[in-house]
Structures are given as structure tokens and as C-alpha cells.
């Protein structure tokens, strides 16, 4: 049925890279679920987890007034926020691993604190908490996702993008990430989008400008994607390029599927596993 959220595929960047990277992987993080619990799965790890409290503090700045953003430290909240993920429900199997990645957080909580200017400025927070429009109605294709920062501009009524980056890797070239956001941005509220930048927080003090891509020529880009990926659920043939063997991306899924992970949490919609490591080079990212 075209134009049906309820029936729409629901497609983020998380996933349309989950697809470019491995069909498999894409199918056991979005469309598999457990026979016995009906629910999907989901792998954590410590980078994971690392990225999802940093995130998580920050993020919640955009809430309050300016003038309160940094009256507290971000390191009492950040204790806060870490007990979420702290131990086996994080991905740590050692208090030594959790320690390093705790200290890694509270090193780019630090960097913020010393250059806070981006973040003491005016925010803009859209509406729903899942930021959401009709990629194409006619292919009842919706894409979805959350924007990390919105930098408000009074005096144009313009708005400047932010992506928080916890991962040692940078965004390549080719990355679809800014393409979807701006598409996101765009559609989802009403104000100028004047740019878009990167901040690494283990490595830049301030955030790192990005050229905006072409806007009709990314909704073009990520409709081509979005139709593969409709078309290969249809015919079901999600499977590894790299064949029955598996490859770095879906392995760690299939793992799981095998009963080499130890489940470490579950709540209404996931089951959440995790390996007895301290390294799993594909999820040393964060794209939550």
C-alpha cells in the first residue's frame, strides 16, 4: 500500500550502510527475529557502548537553556549515564577494557568542557523522536533517523548540522551520511540548512566543516539504494557477497545465531549479546 507508514519499509542510514556493507548483515539487524522471542537482535560492544553514553550526554545539552548547559560538569552526568552500559550489558568483560573506555569518554567530555562554543549557542530540536519522512510514497518508503545537533542561526532563521563522532575512523568521501541527514534536516523541519559539520572528539577541538551535498541529487542516490534494498527483501535474497563463509560485518551475527555469544540484556523489542572480547573491529564505530 504506497503511502502507508504502518506498511512503509522504514529505512536510516544505520541500515542502508548495514546493506552496502553485507545484504546478510543488513537482514539479521533488521529484519530477523528470534523464533523463541519474537524479538530482533542486537550485538554490543564496548566501542558501541562507548559511543552510545558519550552521545547520550551531549545530545542532552540541546535541552536546557544555554545558560545551563555547562553549569554542571559533563563528567557527573557522564557517571550517570555510564552505569547503563557499564559490564557485560556494555559489552566489557574486564574492569581493565571498561576502565580504558571510560577513560577514552571522559577524555572527549574534557574536550568539549575546554572548547564549549558550539554547544553554548541557540539549538533547535525537531518535533518527534524519530525525525521521519516519505523518501517516496509511491514505493511507500520512509527514511528515518536522529541528528545529533542542530546549531540555530536567529538572524538568518538557519540551521547548522553537527554529528558527534566517537569513533577513531573519519567519514569517507562516499559516506551517505551527510546525504541522508541533509534529506532528513530538510524535510523534517522548516528552517535554511546553512552547513554541516563533523566533530571528533578524541581529535579535533571544534567541529570540522563539511560541504553539503546536492540535495536532489542525494534523494535520487539514496532512492536507488533504498529500491535495491525493497527489491531484495521481496525476493529475499539478502545473503553475503563473500558467499556461505560469512564475512566480517555478518559474522558476528551469525555467531549469535550459533549460540557463541552470551545474551546480556533484553527489553520489549531487542535481545542484546555480547562476545567475551575486548576487540571487534566492525563495530569500533558508532552508528547508532
Same mark, same amino acid.
Given at each position: 500500500m504506497a503511502g502507508d507508514k504502518k506498511t512503509a519499509l522504514w529505512l536510516s542510514y544505520s541500515s542502508i550502510s548495514d546493506y552496502l556493507? %553485507?545484504?546478510? %548483515?543488513?537482514?539479521l539487524k533488521s529484519v530477523y527475529r528470534d523464533k523463541a522471542t519474537?524479538?530482533?537482535?542486537?550485538?554490543?560492544?564496548?566501542?558501541?557502548?562507548?559511543?552510545?553514553?558519550?552521545?547520550?550526554?551531549?545530545?542532552? $545539552?540541546?535541552?536546557?537553556?544555554?545558560?545551563?548547559r555547562f553549569a554542571k560538569p559533563l563528567f557527573s552526568n557522564f557517571e550517570l549515564v555510564?552505569?547503563?552500559?557499564?559490564?557485560?550489558?556494555?559489552?566489557?568483560?574486564?574492569?581493565?577494557?571498561?576502565?580504558?573506555?571510560?577513560?577514552?569518554?571522559?577524555?572527549?567530555?574534557?574536550?568539549?568542557?575546554? *572548547?564549549?562554543?558550539?554547544?553554548?549557542?541557540l539549538a533547535v530540536k525537531m518535533s518527534?523522536?524519530?525525525?521521519?519522512?516519505? $523518501?517516496?510514497?509511491?514505493?511507500?518508503?520512509?527514511? %528515518?533517523?536522529?541528528?545529533?545537533?542542530?546549531?540555530?542561526f536567529p538572524e538568518t532563521d538557519s540551521v547548522h548540522i553537527i554529528d558527534f563522532k566517537t569513533s577513531r575512523f573519519s567519514e569517507g568521501p562516499g559516506s551517505l551520511q551527510l546525504p541522508?541527514?541533509?534529506?532528513?534536516?530538510? *524535510?523534517?523541519? *522548516?528552517?535554511?540548512?546553512?552547513?554541516?559539520?563533523?566533530?571528533y572528539l578524541e581529535s579535533s577541538d571544534t567541529p570540522e566543516e563539511r560541504i553539503l551535498p546536492d540535495v536532489e541529487e542525494s534523494a535520487r542516490?539514496? $532512492?536507488?539504494?533504498?529500491?535495491?534494498?525493497k527489491l531484495a527483501r521481496t525476493l529475499e535474497k539478502l545473503v553475503c557477497s563473500d558467499g556461505s563463509a560469512g564475512c566480517n560485518y555478518c559474522q558476528p551475527y551469525e555467531d549469535v545465531l550459533a549460540g557463541k555469544a552470551e545474551r546480556v540484556k533484553s527489553d520489549e523489542r531487542y535481545d542484546?549479546?555480547?562476545? *567475551?572480547?575486548?576487540?571487534?573491529?566492525?563495530?569500533?564505530?558508532?552508528?547508532?
Open positions: 556493507r %553485507c545484504p546478510r %548483515c543488513y537482514f519474537g524479538k530482533k537482535i542486537k550485538v554490543v560492544s564496548p566501542a558501541l557502548s562507548l559511543g552510545q553514553a558519550v552521545h547520550e550526554v551531549l545530545e542532552g $545539552l540541546s535541552k536546557l537553556r544555554v545558560e545551563d555510564w552505569t547503563k552500559v557499564s559490564g557485560r550489558t556494555g559489552g566489557f568483560f574486564s574492569e581493565e577494557v571498561e576502565q580504558a573506555f571510560k577513560a577514552r569518554g571522559l577524555a572527549m567530555l574534557s574536550l568539549v568542557t575546554k *572548547n564549549p562554543d558550539p554547544l553554548k549557542k518527534t523522536d524519530l525525525p521521519h519522512y516519505f $523518501l517516496s510514497e509511491a514505493d511507500n518508503i520512509v527514511l %528515518c533517523g536522529k541528528v545529533d545537533w542542530l546549531q540555530y541522508i541527514y541533509h534529506l532528513l534536516v530538510k *524535510n523534517c523541519q *522548516n528552517r535554511a540548512i546553512r552547513g554541516a559539520s563533523y566533530w542516490r539514496v $532512492l536507488k539504494i533504498a529500491k535495491e534494498i542484546y549479546y555480547a562476545f *567475551n572480547t575486548s576487540s571487534l573491529e566492525p563495530f569500533d564505530s558508532e552508528v547508532l
